[in-house]
Nanobody, 124 residues
């Protein structure tokens, strides 16, 4: 069983910063690409940033230059440093990871797992 747990959300004023963490636990062989998504009230979930196991990153245009995604493979943990936060950044932030696990057939394959989310509120 694999679990993802996010932390670090909270209430921050516009222009402030937060650092989110996502830790994977359980039994698995490795983690491929990890992602941060967010969902604002009344809107669809959107991709914020992604990072491969080798450290290649990608960002949504709306957060480029303000957010930085990183990971510590030894700790199976991903981070999202969010600076210059805006009210539009408000939402529930979720992490997703492609986790290498062995199925009942004995074949190792990547399976997507999601965390439960952490609330980020940017407001004065």
């Amino acid at each position: 069983q694999v679990q993802l747990g996010e932390s670090g959300g909270g209430l921050v004023q516009p222009g402030g910063s937060l650092r989110l963490s996502c830790a994977a636990s359980g039994t698995f062989f490795g983690i491929n690409t990890m992602h941060w998504y967010r969902q604002a009230p009344g809107k669809e979930r959107e991709l914020v940033a992604a990072i491969t196991s080798h450290g290649t990153t990608d960002y949504a245009d709306s957060v480029k230059g303000r957010f930085t995604i990183s990971r510590d493979n030894a700790k199976n943990t991903m981070y999202l440093q969010m600076n210059s936060l805006k009210p539009d950044d408000t939402g529930v932030y979720y992490c997703k990871a492609e986790v290498l696990t062995t199925g009942r057939d004995g074949i190792r394959r990547p399976v997507d797992y999601w965390g439960r989310g952490t609330q980020v509120t940017v407001s004065s």
